[in-house]
């Protein structure tokens, strides 16, 4: 059983004498907690097999842990946040994974159904990179030089789309940042402070099998998967390139580092973290995530009612 522990500070008033209620079910009634006191709350989570290899993630990595089969609960999964104000806040949400863990489509998915703007460190950088600004044109050196990008560089890449008006009217989606500690302690000091963690955990040979099995096409710069989404013909089949990155042997020094990364950035979000069963099919896996999302705005606007009435 993969589980997840959940902790919210609770500051609430006495709850009114009518429960809120959403589309007619009655919610969970809300009790007066000392200002101090946790509201603790459990998450399970079930999926069934993976049967689907999701599009690889252009964007950085996080860690992945092994999971067993978890059980599913017989109810949602209960979060309890309280608004400082009558107008609820955007949703601000990260979502970490190892390298062929499914970020990429589950951010896309996310961001159809709840309006989120995505932030990728490594989309940030190469669209820096092509608008020739101060930021791109520093990165672009050391790539020339065949150095890696310092990561203050790409924090404040980060930090300047998360203060953007979209990003701050619409709520937003942080794609495998961050991936030190030191950069979720620098982002909780300027005040970005996410509303839940996602953590896609995948068996690692799965991921083995899904990052070996990747194919790029030189001429569309689309991925292939010689196994669960192969090319249409033989004269596509024949050009596909396979990244040097991409062997058995290098995916598996990658998903050591993410391991190590992963640990230390949980541990500021360890309160907040859903793990989410990723060896399932991408359909599969949001609805676990979607699951989480919807009960998260749901506590929201039970919150704000109770606060209003």
Same mark, same amino acid.
């Given at each position: 059983?993969?589980?997840?522990?959940?902790?919210?500070?609770?500051?609430?008033? @006495?709850?009114?004498?009518? @429960?809120? !209620?959403?589309?007619?079910?009655?919610?969970?009634?809300?009790?007066?907690?000392?200002?101090?006191?946790?509201?603790?709350?459990?998450?399970?989570?079930?999926?069934?097999?993976?049967? &689907?290899?999701?599009?690889?993630?252009?964007?950085?990595?996080?860690?992945? !842990?092994?999971?067993?089969?978890?059980?599913?609960?017989?109810?949602? @999964?209960?979060?309890? $946040?309280?608004?400082?104000?009558?107008?609820?806040?955007?949703?601000?949400?990260?979502?970490?994974?190892?390298?062929?863990?499914?970020?990429?489509?589950?951010?896309?998915?996310?961001?159809?159904?709840?309006?989120?703007?995505?932030?990728?460190?490594?989309?940030?950088?190469?669209?820096?990179?092509?608008?020739?600004?101060?930021?791109?044109?520093?990165?672009?050196?050391?790539?020339?030089?065949?150095?890696?990008?310092?990561?203050?560089?790409?924090?404040?890449?980060?930090?300047?789309?998360?203060?953007?008006?979209?990003?701050?009217?619409?709520?937003?989606?942080?794609?495998?940042?961050?991936?030190?500690?030191?950069?979720?302690?620098?982002?909780?000091?300027?005040?970005?402070?996410?509303?839940?963690?996602?953590?896609?955990?995948? &068996?690692?040979?799965?991921?083995?099998?899904?990052? $070996?099995?990747?194919?790029?096409? @030189?001429?569309?710069?689309?991925?292939?998967?010689?196994?669960?989404?192969?090319?249409?013909?033989?004269?596509?089949?024949?050009?596909?390139?396979?990244?040097?990155?991409?062997?058995?042997?290098?995916?598996?020094?990658?998903?050591?580092?993410?391991?190590?990364? $992963?640990?230390?950035?949980?541990?500021?979000?360890?309160?907040? !973290?859903?793990?989410?069963?990723?060896? &399932?099919?991408?359909?599969?896996?949001?609805?676990?995530?979607?699951?989480?999302?919807? !009960?998260?705005?749901?506590?929201?606007?039970?919150?704000?009612?109770?606060?209003?009435?």
């Amino acid at each position: 059983m993969a589980c997840c522990l959940l902790s919210f500070p609770v500051t609430a008033k @006495p709850r009114s004498p009518s @429960p809120p !209620t959403s589309g007619g079910v009655p919610l969970s009634p809300f009790r007066t907690y000392p200002s101090r006191s946790t509201s603790r709350l459990r998450l399970l989570f079930q999926s069934s097999p993976f049967s &689907a290899c999701s599009p690889p993630s252009l964007s950085l990595h996080s860690e992945e !842990t092994l999971i067993g089969r978890p059980r599913l609960s017989r109810s949602p @999964p209960d979060f309890l $946040v309280v608004s400082s104000g009558n107008k609820q806040e955007p949703l601000k949400v990260i979502i970490s994974g190892a390298p062929a863990s499914g970020k990429g489509t589950q951010c896309q998915l996310i961001t159809q159904k709840y309006g989120l703007v995505h932030i990728a460190a490594g989309d940030l950088l190469r669209a820096e990179i092509s608008s020739g600004s101060a930021n791109g044109k520093r990165a672009k050196e050391y790539m020339e030089k065949g150095q890696l990008v310092p990561k203050e560089i790409v924090f404040m890449m980060v930090k300047e789309r998360l203060l953007q008006s979209d990003s701050q009217e619409n709520g937003w989606l942080l794609d495998g940042f961050p991936r030190r500690l030191s950069q979720a302690t620098a982002l909780k000091e300027i005040g970005f402070q996410p509303d839940i963690f996602i953590l896609l955990e995948v &068996a690692e040979d799965n991921l083995v099998e899904r990052v $070996v099995g990747r194919r790029l096409d @030189p001429v569309t710069g689309r991925i292939y998967h010689l196994k669960y989404s192969p090319p249409e013909t033989e004269e596509i089949a024949a050009r596909l390139t396979q990244r040097c990155d991409d062997t058995e042997e290098m995916v598996k020094l990658r998903l050591q580092t993410h391991h190590q990364n $992963v640990e230390s950035v949980l541990s500021m979000y360890e309160d907040i !973290t859903i793990k989410i069963n990723g060896n &399932a099919s991408k359909e599969d896996v949001f609805s676990q995530i979607d699951t989480a999302l919807t !009960t998260l705005i749901e506590q929201r606007n039970a919150t704000l009612g109770s606060m209003a009435a």
